[in-house]
């Protein structure tokens, strides 16, 4: 059987290491499973969600010149559908006073952006102050010594 790039087969899992997994591929070939790729939740440990000799379907994500195959069990399985973690809002909770809030400023458009001479202009002067301090205060430490 040739594998290509987007083909999904059928593996077992070989070896476990801390990065991911290895899996044998029909034809005698094997391949990684990047601890990236191996579920669609936060794997910390790839031992939580496969074991040596189970069997998996897998994607071929990739195959480098060399024959390396980057393989992910991710993208084999439907993704999971969100949901809102927010809770209802309650209307019957009791609403708080307005009274010492300040009111919000007025929303203006954003501010337009400067021109090159602009940030050229600001950076000089900045870059002018700093240095002056600098040489302020290198000067007073020669002083002070002798």
Known sequence: MELAVGSIVSGKVTTITKFGAFVSLP???SGLVHISEVAAAF???VHDFLTEGQEVQVKILSITPDGKINLSIKQTQPRPQRTEHRPPYDRSAPVRPTAHRTPAPPVSAPP???SFEDKLKQFLSLSDSKMS?????RDGKRHKRR
Not at 133 to 137: A, V
């Open 27 to 29: 034809g005698g070939k």
């Open 43 to 45: 794997v910390s440990d």
């Open 112 to 114: 337009a952006e400067p």
């Open 133 to 137: 301090e600098l040489n302020r205060n």
